[in-house]
């Protein structure tokens, strides 16, 4: 029998009402993740959950790759791929996505915060679209921004051109250019940037049983 509470309801009664109770700076950080029955009764049986890597979107396997890395690089444990979490959401979006996910399980988790690896969720489309992460400088106006951005993704565009690579995928740029753009994708992993009601999203190499505080199985209908 798990050590934490499971129960069974409908997708816009399965989040408790009021603050969700968020805090980036805890040492257990609160920590969402919507997991399919499947993966639920793994975590039972096991007493763990791993990622399966092959279920990563093929589009965007450069993106996913650099993110490994970084887990790698940054995080004291290892594995192959990564559990997505979300670190920082609102209450109505957490709601939406119980009824995205009829039929999966809700799990409400505390993790120490030296397992996770944060990142800024609309922030890493950067990533994910392959275009450097341009963070906005303190005081600086909303054309300034802009302008200053497009100048960045033209410069990129120029170099890729000039490489003979536009259109071709991230893995076939020069390395200067994959190297430039990577260390520009660095900023979104640093909570210190974050706005205060920014969305966040966390990964981390393994969930485990007594990592879960409330598991939710999601009425299919």
């Not at 409908?10 to 499947?38: I, N």
């Not at 909303?142 to 536009?166: F, H, S, T």
Request: charged content about 30%; hydrophobic content about 40%.
């Amino acid at each position: 029998m798990p050590k934490f509470p499971v129960a069974r309801s409908r997708a816009d009664r399965a989040v408790p009402a009021g603050r969700v109770g968020y805090d980036l700076t805890a040492s257990r950080l609160l920590l969402h993740t919507f997991q399919t029955e499947d993966a639920f009764e793994e975590l039972l049986s096991t007493g763990q959950l791993l990622p399966d890597p092959d279920l990563a979107e093929p589009l965007f396997a450069d993106a996913y790759a650099w993110m490994f890395r970084e887990m790698d690089r940054r995080l004291p444990t290892s594995g192959e791929g990564a559990l997505w979490f979300w670190a920082r959401t609102t209450r109505e979006y957490l709601v939406d996505s119980c009824r995205r996910n009829r039929g999966d399980v809700l799990l409400t988790c505390r993790i120490p915060r030296e397992r996770v690896l944060l990142s800024h969720q609309w922030d890493w489309h950067c990533a994910l679209s392959g275009i450097p992460h341009v963070l906005e400088l303190p005081g600086e106006s909303d054309d300034d921004y802009e302008a200053r951005r497009d100048r960045i993704w033209d410069e990129v565009e120029d170099r890729k051109g000039a490489a003979g690579v536009l259109g071709k995928g991230f893995r076939d740029w020069p390395e200067d250019v994959r190297r430039d753009l990577e260390r520009s994708w660095e900023q979104f992993l640093d909570p210190s940037t974050y706005g205060r009601w920014d969305t966040v999203q966390a990964t981390a190499h393994v969930l485990y049983a007594e990592d879960v505080v409330s598991a939710v199985r999601l009425n299919p209908r």
